[in-house]
């Protein structure tokens, strides 16, 4: 129970929360007894995130943000950038909160009932929580990609068609069919769709169906990114054409990605964050987070002795 | 002797077979080396041997006492010689014989109608007499050779499971028998129906009045069975409820679902099902009571020609009944789409709206299909509201103020009262029944089927 | 910005259009909240409507106007001199309550004046005296002060008094209000519980009418429906959910059971009159046919409610007992069951509620005669309180249309009373896994 007192700066988490926190700690840790020394050493230290979470040219910026479903808290004070038409990468154990932490930066979390955000998170220099934010063109400019492909049951065209149609980005037709077809190539799946755009989005591959999404995510011109576990139902080859279509994509979006895999992080992001227990533990340069960690925390789920 | 003490020694009986059995097990054990040497416990002889005992005489009894009129009927009219073609005639004939044995017939006693009358005595005592000594044979013979069956070796207990297994799988067939009994009740008096009217007639004619007078020179004496008023009332009515109760139905779910907070759902939801729970005759006395008169005066005071009894009223007080019945099945496909696409469609900046309409809807759209169609049967058999509210004129008409007739309704007049099973009259209800079962078992089949198939597209 | 999309279209131009159609996208979305919020509204008001126009109806028949009279048993104006059965049989009792009238008012004269002055009192209240002067021998040639049931007219003529009614004379004349006033005023008319209604069976005379019969055979009939609806919904649900091998006559019996849930209540109308009545020839209008009917009608519903029991009973019980050598019938006999118990007597409470509240079968099975006489076993003619109420609805008379509606408050009474057990019996025994 000594954890409790040692974090002064983040706000005091309720009895139930820090017990549970300790369990999963302790339980991660009856694998090896070296492991349960280390997290628990290791706990004091996660007070202050390590490395380098800030830079100059921020195209989203976060400071001490605070996520609480009901009386939980998810998210504990985390403050991090990400910088204009980057790749950063959240990683870390199940439950540690990188989804949530992915999910306010759209205000995904809105649909969630009970669910509470604090602090300050800017796009451009615009708060994202302001009072008078619409969630609708936030939500164009900050596009989402999920953790399971979810095409919407209508066919190719339309699924991609889809955005454009709402927000009204198409005046005619043919640009419409322009936008689509587009898309489409940027995600790399034109190729192989373009002679059943009318057949259901439904009927493609798990892999296509990705791609699908991710097409139907940058038919409306978004800013931003965000890609929530998007190759954790997919197999090697379609995951590694995901991983090609990011790097691509990287050129003209800012983009954040939460994955599992340790070797995607490695793979395509230039900055790696590591989340543990709802805390930014340590963010840096990818490399830098892979071959030289500065937190043991870090280390050790990095040479997977937890997670 | 008497049914009720027949059967009282008979529970008797099967009690003392169940003893016996029990105890005898044990016996067996004792002398074969205790209870664990017996092949099931010793109460299972015990249920093994009651049943032997009871199960058959009991299946026979139950056969008895359904056929034994029907039997001791013909044998008495059969012995008659001169009896009446009729078959009303033959019923009061034998009306008059039963009356007669029974001691309470005053009147010209013909000495034909006294020996029959002494036969149906004669037959009924040797009949107790006969069922009796059947009963109590078939029950203490089978008692005794099950008792004395009992060995340790036998496996009581695998034997009583396989009958009770066949118990459960007759009470499981209680749906087919139903199934069953529904169709050939009507189908048989439909086709009754059918010889003296032709089906063409029925299906297709355009005037409809039952009504068949007492003396063959009389006008209108044949009656007229075109049912298409009926048809185009019950789809009159029908369609008004529908109008009311699938936006409303729909709507409601769709902002119980998407919408509402917990607490406005906890509050909503039960307080609509209330309507769901009222029986269908409070909803015909308030359409004809109350909304019936409200609409009447409100047309006459738009200076339009109401009758008290509208199409209107009777439909828009279904269409209130009905709704809980849409807004609960669409609840259920609704919450069954998957939130990951609510997600997508949020994700991409659709407004709630939006996502309901464009993703939400369009997924669920063959549940809600289903459910639409199911109300729809719904509607065509409900009887209460339109029986109270609609009227009977059977008017071939479209403006929803006027009366209309339905087919529930008329099936209610027809067989309400007195009942006389050799005229078309009477056989005409079951002509309807017929047809109202044939279109609601279509509407549920397809219903019930698109509800399945959409219920594994997201399992 | 860069032009990220290679198409026409930069994303400032892209970011306009959005904004530009905001406005319009949010109007949608207030007007399609509203259309929810509208549903919801007419549903409630509905609820609301419907109950406030029922109570408002029905519950001044809870309360019945009743005259205070001296009456004398007087053996020259009952044409008796013992009581016994026979004498009594035809003893003139309206003749004592004739006099009784003529005494209070003793200037009415004129023989329309003396039968308007006469019809004051209900018919019924010869019997009441009747019943009295049987069950009290001792009574005859002695004087009593007894109150009766007033005419439905005066009590309709009393009730619209008090709702300020004061032009509103219906059936009554000017001279029989008159009366009324005086004996209001003198407290010998009072409006006091209205105990015969719920001990009278149906009548044609309104105050006399009561539901008593209707409860009884609605509680007959619902005894039949559950004793047999009950043990075969559970053993159906038992086999198909734990012994039914998967081939096509399970199916069948799968496809029938929904379908049957769906098929309209007038068609097991229907095969109650051709099957149980006009084949077996069971007896017309009686409670066992009924129940019988009902019991095909509610099976469907506790088959389909007691196999969601099952259902939520987890394998892991099963698997246990199986492992200790259970045999698959004692597995579900003494662990399965017991722990679906409470569900499926949920879904017997539901299904009860249902069979209850039906009307359109039973009218079928001559269950809509006029019955009088309370039923005492399920073979005697009665009819249910549906039934009551559909053919008191009939009736014009204002009397009757209370009466209705306080007939309908009482079956949803019992409606709403059987649901909250349901509800309740959940919640208690719910078992959470």
């Given at each position: 129970m000594t954890s409790m007192t040692l974090n002064a700066?983040?706000?005091?988490?309720?009895?139930?929360?820090?017990?549970?926190?300790?369990?999963?700690?302790?339980?991660?840790?009856?694998?090896?007894?070296?492991?349960?020394?280390?997290?628990?050493?290791?706990?004091?230290?996660?007070?202050?995130?390590?490395?380098?979470?800030?830079?100059?040219?921020?195209?989203?910026?976060?400071?001490?943000?605070?996520?609480?479903?009901?009386?939980?808290?998810?998210?504990?004070?985390?403050?991090?950038?990400?910088?204009?038409?980057?790749?950063?990468?959240?990683?870390?154990?199940?439950?540690?909160?990188?989804?949530?932490?992915?999910?306010?930066?759209?205000?995904?979390?809105?649909?969630?009932?009970?669910?509470?955000?604090?602090?300050?998170?800017?796009?451009?220099?615009?708060?994202?929580?302001?009072?008078?934010?619409?969630?609708?063109?936030?939500?164009?400019?900050?596009?989402?990609?999920?953790?399971?492909?979810?095409?919407?049951?209508?066919?190719?065209?339309?699924?991609?068609?889809?955005?454009?149609?709402?927000?009204?980005?198409?005046?005619?037709?043919?640009?419409?069919?322009?936008?689509?077809?587009?898309?489409?190539?940027?995600?790399?799946?034109?190729?192989?769709?373009?002679?059943?755009?009318?057949?259901?989005?439904?009927?493609?591959?798990?892999?296509?169906?990705?791609?699908?999404?991710?097409?139907?995510?940058?038919?409306?011109?978004?800013?931003?990114?965000?890609?929530?576990?998007?190759?954790?139902?997919?197999?090697?080859?379609?995951?590694?054409?995901?991983?090609?279509?990011?790097?691509?994509?990287?050129?003209?979006?800012?983009?954040?990605?939460?994955?599992?895999?340790?070797?995607?992080?490695?793979?395509?992001?230039?900055?790696?964050?590591?989340?543990?227990?709802?805390?930014?533990?340590?963010?840096?340069?990818?490399?830098?987070?892979?071959?030289?960690?500065?937190?043991?925390?870090?280390?050790?789920?990095?040479?997977?002795?937890?997670? | 002797?008497?049914?009720?003490?027949?059967?009282?020694?008979?529970?008797?009986?099967?009690?003392?077979?169940?003893?016996?059995?029990?105890?005898?097990?044990?016996?067996?054990?004792?002398?074969?080396?205790?209870?664990?040497?017996?092949?099931?416990?010793?109460?299972?002889?015990?249920?093994?041997?009651?049943?032997?005992?009871?199960?058959?005489?009991?299946?026979i009894l139950g056969c008895w006492l359904v056929f034994d009129d029907a039997i001791i009927r013909a044998m008495v009219m059969g012995s008659i010689a001169d009896k009446p073609e009729s078959i009303a005639g033959q019923n009061l004939l034998y009306a008059q014989i039963q009356n007669l044995a029974a001691g309470n017939l005053v009147g010209n006693v013909t000495p034909q109608l006294q020996d029959a009358a002494a036969h149906l005595e004669s037959l009924r005592a040797s009949g107790r007499w006969m069922q009796t000594a059947l009963i109590l044979i078939l029950s203490i013979g089978l008692g005794a050779y099950a008792f004395l069956r009992i060995s340790p070796e036998m496996r009581a207990r695998e034997k009583v499971e396989k009958v009770l297994r066949i118990i459960l799988l007759a009470c499981a067939c209680a749906a087919i028998f139903t199934t069953v009994g529904i169709l050939l009740s009507v189908l048989f008096e439909s086709l009754r129906f059918f010889q003296s009217v032709p089906v063409t007639e029925f299906l297709f004619g355009l005037h409809w009045s039952p009504q068949m007078a007492l003396r063959a020179d009389q006008v209108g004496s044949s009656g007229a069975f075109g049912a298409v008023p009926l048809f185009t009332g019950t789809l009159l009515v029908?369609?008004?409820?529908?109008?009311?109760?699938?936006?409303?139905?729909?709507?409601?779910?769709?902002?119980?679902?998407?919408?509402?907070?917990?607490?406005?759902?906890?509050?909503?939801?039960?307080?609509?099902?209330?309507?769901?729970?009222?029986?269908?005759?409070?909803?015909?006395?308030?359409?004809?009571?109350?909304?019936?008169?409200?609409?009447?005066?409100?047309?006459?005071?738009?200076?339009?020609?109401?009758?008290?009894?509208?199409?209107?009223?009777?439909?828009?007080?279904?269409?209130?009944?009905?709704?809980?019945?849409?807004?609960?099945?669409?609840?259920?496909?609704?919450?069954?789409?998957?939130?990951?696409?609510?997600?997508?469609?949020?994700?991409?900046?659709?407004?709630?709206?939006?996502?309901?309409?464009?993703?939400?809807?369009?997924?669920?759209?063959?549940?809600?299909?289903?459910?639409?169609?199911?109300?729809?049967?719904?509607?065509?058999?409900?009887?209460?509201?339109?029986?109270?509210?609609?009227?009977?004129?059977?008017?071939?008409?479209?403006?929803?103020?006027?009366?209309?007739?339905?087919?529930?309704?008329?099936?209610?007049?027809?067989?309400?009262?007195?009942?006389?099973?050799?005229?078309?009259?009477?056989?005409?209800?079951?002509?309807l029944g017929l047809m109202l079962f044939i279109s609601t078992l279509i509407l549920n089949f397809i219903a019930l089927h698109v509800v399945k198939k959409y219920r594994e597209q997201y399992d | 910005m860069t032009d990220l999309t290679q198409s026409n279209l930069t994303q400032k131009e892209v970011r306009e259009r959005i904004e530009s159609r905001l406005a319009s996208r949010h109007r949608k979305e207030k007007i399609f909240r509203g259309f929810g919020i509208a549903s919801i509204a007419f549903g409630i008001l509905a609820v609301v409507v419907l109950f406030t126009d029922i109570i408002s109806k029905g519950s001044s028949a809870f309360v019945q106007t009743d005259i205070e009279l001296n009456?004398?048993?007087?053996?020259?104006?009952?044409?008796?001199?013992?009581?016994?059965?026979?004498?009594?049989?035809?003893?003139?009792?309206?003749?004592?309550?004739?006099?009784?009238?003529?005494?209070?008012?003793?200037?009415?004269?004129?023989?329309?004046?003396?039968?308007?002055?006469?019809?004051?009192?209900?018919?019924?209240?010869?019997?009441?005296?009747?019943?009295?002067?049987?069950?009290?021998?001792?009574?005859?040639?002695?004087?009593?002060?007894?109150?009766?049931?007033?005419?439905?007219?005066?009590?309709?003529?009393v009730k619209s008094l008090s709702k300020s009614e004061e032009g509103f004379l219906g059936r009554t004349s000017e001279q029989k209000a008159g009366w009324i006033k005086s004996l209001l005023a003198t407290g010998e008319l009072e409006k006091r519980f209205n105990t015969t209604f719920f001990t009278n069976g149906d009548s044609r005379e309104p105050e006399q009418a009561g539901i008593r019969a209707a409860l009884m055979g609605s509680l007959f009939t619902l005894l039949v429906t559950l004793a047999l609806s009950f043990p075969i919904g559970v053993a159906a649900a038992i086999y198909l959910e734990e012994f039914a091998p998967k081939n096509r006559w399970t199916d069948l019996i799968e496809v029938n059971i929904n379908n049957l849930a769906a098929v309209p209540s007038i068609v097991f109308g229907l095969l109650g009159l051709a099957i149980f009545i006009n084949f077996f020839e069971l007896p017309r209008s009686a409670p066992l046919v009924g129940g019988l009917v009902l019991t095909l009608m509610t099976l469907p519903t506790i088959i389909i409610s007691s196999r969601a029991a099952l259902k939520s009973v987890p394998p892991s019980i099963r698997e246990a007992a199986m492992g200790m050598g259970a045999s698959r019938m004692q597995v579900v006999l003494h662990h399965v069951l017991p722990l679906a118990m409470p569900g499926m007597l949920t879904g017997a409470i539901i299904g009860m509620a249902q069979a209850l509240g039906e009307t359109a079968p039973l009218l079928m099975i001559g269950m809509v005669a006029f019955i009088v006489d309370v039923p005492h076993g399920i073979t005697d003619p009665s009819t249910v309180l549906p039934v009551q109420i559909f053919l008191w609805a009939d009736s014009p008379e204002r009397a009757f249309v209370e009466r209705t509606s306080a007939a309908i408050m009482v079956l949803l009474a019992v409606l709403i009373t059987m649901n909250t057990c349901a509800v309740w019996l959940r919640k208690k025994l719910e078992r959470r896994w």
């Open positions: 700066g983040a706000p005091v988490p309720a009895q139930d929360k820090t017990n549970s926190a300790t369990d999963l700690t302790d339980k991660s840790a009856t694998e090896s007894t070296s492991v349960k020394q280390q997290a628990v050493k290791t706990q004091e230290d996660i007070a202050e995130t390590v490395g380098s979470p800030f830079c100059d040219e921020a195209k989203l910026r976060m400071r001490n943000v605070n996520v609480f479903y009901g009386e939980a808290q998810a998210i504990h004070d985390v403050s991090l950038d990400i910088g204009r038409n980057q790749v950063v990468a959240m990683i870390g154990p199940s439950g540690c909160g990188k989804s949530t932490f992915l999910r306010c930066l759209n205000r995904m979390n809105d649909t969630i009932e009970g669910c509470r955000v604090e602090g300050d998170l800017t796009l451009d220099g615009e708060a994202i929580y302001g009072p008078k934010v619409d969630v609708v063109p936030l939500r164009a400019r900050v596009g989402m990609v999920f953790q399971k492909p979810n095409p919407f049951p209508k066919s190719i065209y339309d699924n991609v068609a889809y955005g454009p149609k709402i927000h009204g980005i198409a005046s005619r037709r043919a640009e419409l069919d322009e936008i689509v077809e587009n898309s489409l190539r940027r995600a790399g799946l034109w190729d192989e769709v373009k002679d059943r755009l009318d057949k259901p989005g439904t009927g493609l591959s798990g892999g296509q169906q990705q791609r699908l999404c991710i097409a139907r995510a940058i038919a409306v011109s978004p800013e931003v990114i965000l890609m929530d576990e998007p190759c954790s139902a997919l197999d090697p080859i379609a995951t590694a054409r995901i991983e090609e279509l990011i790097h691509e994509l990287r050129e003209n979006y800012t983009i954040a990605i939460v994955t599992h895999s340790m070797q995607q992080a490695a793979r395509v992001s230039q900055r790696t964050a590591y989340f543990h227990l709802g805390k930014l533990v340590e963010v840096n340069d990818t490399e830098t987070v892979f071959t030289n960690p500065e937190h043991d925390l870090t280390e050790a789920y990095i040479t997977g002795r937890f997670g | 002797m008497q049914t009720p003490t027949l059967f009282a020694l008979l529970l008797l009986l099967i009690l003392v077979a169940y003893g016996t059995g029990f105890s005898r097990a044990i016996a067996a054990a004792r002398s074969s080396g205790g209870i664990r040497s017996l092949a099931s416990l010793p109460s299972y002889y015990g249920v093994h041997t009651a049943l032997w005992c009871g199960l058959p005489a009991l299946i029908s369609a008004i409820a529908m109008f009311v109760a699938v936006p409303v139905g729909l709507m409601s779910a769709i902002y119980l679902a998407e919408y509402a907070g917990k607490k406005v759902r906890s509050v909503a939801k039960p307080l609509l099902e209330i309507l769901a729970g009222v029986p269908t005759v409070v909803y015909g006395f308030f359409a004809a009571l109350t909304v019936a008169p409200f609409i009447r005066d409100l047309a006459q005071s738009m200076g339009l020609q109401a009758s008290s009894e509208s199409a209107l009223a009777a439909g828009l007080v279904m269409g209130v009944m009905i709704i809980p019945f849409v807004s609960s099945l669409s609840d259920d496909v609704i919450n069954a789409v998957p939130q990951s696409l609510r997600d997508g469609a949020l994700g991409l900046g659709s407004t709630k709206s939006e996502t309901v309409r464009k993703v939400v809807i369009p997924a669920a759209l063959p549940g809600i299909v289903g459910g639409v169609l199911l109300a729809v049967s719904r509607a065509i058999g409900e009887t209460m509201i339109v029986v109270m509210a609609a009227g009977l004129a059977a008017n071939l008409t479209a403006n929803p103020l006027e009366s209309v007739t339905t087919v529930t309704v008329q099936i209610v007049t027809l067989l309400v009262g007195d009942q006389e099973f050799d005229s078309p009259k009477t056989l005409a209800a079951f002509a | 009456v004398t048993y007087d053996p020259a104006v009952l044409g008796i001199d013992t009581v016994d059965d026979e004498s009594l049989a035809w003893a003139n009792f309206d003749a004592v309550i004739r006099n009784a009238l003529r005494e209070r008012f003793p200037d009415v004269s004129g023989r329309r004046d003396k039968r308007e002055l006469y019809s004051l009192v209900s018919n019924g209240a010869g019997f009441e005296l009747r019943e009295r002067l049987q069950q009290n021998p001792e009574l005859l040639g002695k004087t009593e002060t007894l109150w009766f049931n007033a005419d439905d007219d005066v009590d309709t003529y």
